[in-house]
């Protein structure tokens, strides 16, 4: 069974740092894309990274283009989500799933396809 476990949100300032985490189990980590969402109270979940750890392959929304970077870590089946210069609009529940798509912005287009979401982690950016 693919599953995902986020962690490392918190409470930051503005133009603070987050380091999230997202192991994953039960799939071969290699062949699958593991993409980041969150979702602000009363919208939508929206995309925000994605990897593909096979390959290297990333992609980013506009909105965190400079400011997150997405790595992984093969050997411990990790996703990690640098977040730098923190808004307060960046603030909301952050998933990561796991499918075989590739990683590219139409993995954004539709989160309701994704069968293994985390339970999700809270950031907070105060102003």
């Known amino acids: 069974e693919v599953q995902v476990v986020e962690s490392g949100g918190g409470l930051v300032q503005a133009g603070g740092s987050l380091r999230l985490s997202c192991a994953g189990s039960?799939?071969?980590?290699?062949?699958?894309?593991i993409g980041w969402f969150r979702q602000a109270p009363g919208k939508e979940r929206e995309g925000v990274s994605c990897i593909r750890p096979g390959d290297g392959s990333t992609v980013y929304a506009d909105s965190v283009k400079g400011r997150f970077t997405i790595s992984s870590d093969n050997a411990k089946n990790t996703v990690y989500l640098q977040m730098s210069s923190l808004k307060p609009e960046d603030t909301g529940i952050y998933y990561c799933?796991?499918?075989?798509?590739?990683?590219?912005?139409?993995?954004?287009?539709?989160?309701?396809?994704?069968?293994?979401w985390g339970q999700g982690t809270q950031v907070t950016v105060s102003s």
């Open positions: 039960g799939f071969t980590f290699d062949d699958y894309t």
């Open positions: 799933t796991a499918d075989l798509r590739y990683c590219s912005l139409s993995y954004f287009y539709t989160p309701d396809d994704y069968d293994s």
